[in-house]
Nanobody, 115 residues
Framework: QVQVEESGGGRVQAGGSLRLSCQGS????????GAWYRQAPGNQRELVAE???????TYADSVKGRFTISRDVAEDTMFLQMNRLKPEDTGVYYC?????????WGQGTRVTVSS
């Protein structure tokens, strides 16, 4: 049973933009903190951005000023707007939803930024 599912990855040239979406299966993002992680080839998974239940947002230093995390609670969806993409942003991006009772991970969506 899919709980969160990403979409929106793809291939883009450096300087371009992509918007990732994470669809919850029902009232997930209204009661959970949401986050985007990424994993580049050969690297560990790293936190890119997160938004708490109260709407407090934090970003990794490497994406500050370029990426924007948001959510639509009514649609149970979380987004990651990625602008001014760089080759080092390449990787598989994962959606995460977590609260005191559960934690869900998506299958990941691949982002490739060419120079």
């Amino acid at each position: 049973q899919v709980q969160v599912e990403e979409s929106g990855g793809g291939r883009v040239q450096a300087g371009g933009s992509l918007r990732l979406s994470c669809q919850g299966s029902g009232r997930i993002f209204s009661i959970s903190a949401g986050a985007w992680y990424r994993q580049a080839p050969g690297n560990q998974r790293e936190l890119v951005a997160e938004i708490t239940r109260d709407g407090v947002i934090t970003y990794a230093d490497s994406v500050k000023g370029r990426f924007t995390i948001s959510r639509d609670v009514a649609e149970d969806t979380m987004f990651l707007q990625m602008n001014r993409l760089k080759p080092e942003d390449t990787g598989v991006y994962y959606c995460n939803a977590k609260n005191a009772r559960y934690e869900y991970w998506g299958q990941g969506t691949r982002v490739t930024v060419s120079s």
